[in-house]
């Protein structure tokens, strides 16, 4: 009987120190955030020394839970920590998204009939800066995209091999300016991307 409660004294030793083990590391751990955090924010001078020993004051178990979380409440509540929600790192990720956006045009069926009326769809696709635009052959016979000077001459910016029904070819306009592009198997067909 003695053996076994010697054991349970043993084994609820052995688990205090463990629990205060845990305890020591959370608050280093949280006085080191602490320090950091708040000069970050403002500086650690803002940061009332009654609280910077509440953490070290919990961390030793010498004060409850409660009372060390008050001391981080009274921190937002005054300000002192600011808790950032992510709002201005959603709108930089959005406005990551727009200027990476992705425009389509349509290379229409029955685009290769020279008087057909199935142009480009649309025939001036205007955008921003960093956008890629994706031409996607819904013809029903091969169509390429070539670059074109201001003369109609082919220039080498962006060029597709030609592209069967269904398939896609896509640039990434990084820079402004007014970009023609033809189709070198119907050269009557001319399209324009404008970046502004
Ligand atoms: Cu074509």
Not at 44 to 66: C, F, R
Not at 99 to 123: C, K, T
Not at 151 to 178: C, H, Q, W, Y
Request: charged content about 20%; overall charge negative.
């Amino acid at each position: 009987m003695d053996v076994y409660i010697n054991n349970l004294v043993v084994v609820d030793k052995k688990l205090k120190m463990k629990q205060s083990i845990l305890k020591i590391s959370v608050g280093i751990m949280f006085s080191i955030f602490l320090i950091s955090f708040s000069i970050n924010l403002v500086n650690a001078e803002s940061v009332p020394s009654w609280v910077k020993n509440n953490a070290l004051w919990y961390g030793q178990g010498d004060i409850t839970e409660i009372e060390f979380l008050n001391s981080i409440k009274f921190l937002i509540e005054h300000d002192i920590l600011i808790l950032n929600n992510n709002s201005d790192d959603d709108d930089n990720d959005n406005d990551t998204v727009k200027r990476n956006q992705l425009e389509q045009i349509i290379i229409p069926n029955g685009n290769y009939v020279v008087s057909g009326g199935s142009f480009y769809l649309p025939l001036n696709l205007e955008i921003n800066p960093m956008t890629t635009v994706q031409w996607i052959n819904d013809d029903i016979v091969k169509h390429t995209v070539q670059s074109q000077d201001e003369f109609g001459k082919i220039i080498g910016l962006f060029n597709s091999v030609p592209l069967d029904t269904g398939e896609t070819f896509e640039f990434k306009f990084k820079e402004k300016g007014v970009y023609n592009y033809y189709c070198s198997l119907h050269p009557w067909r001319v399209g324009v991307v404008t970046v502004g």
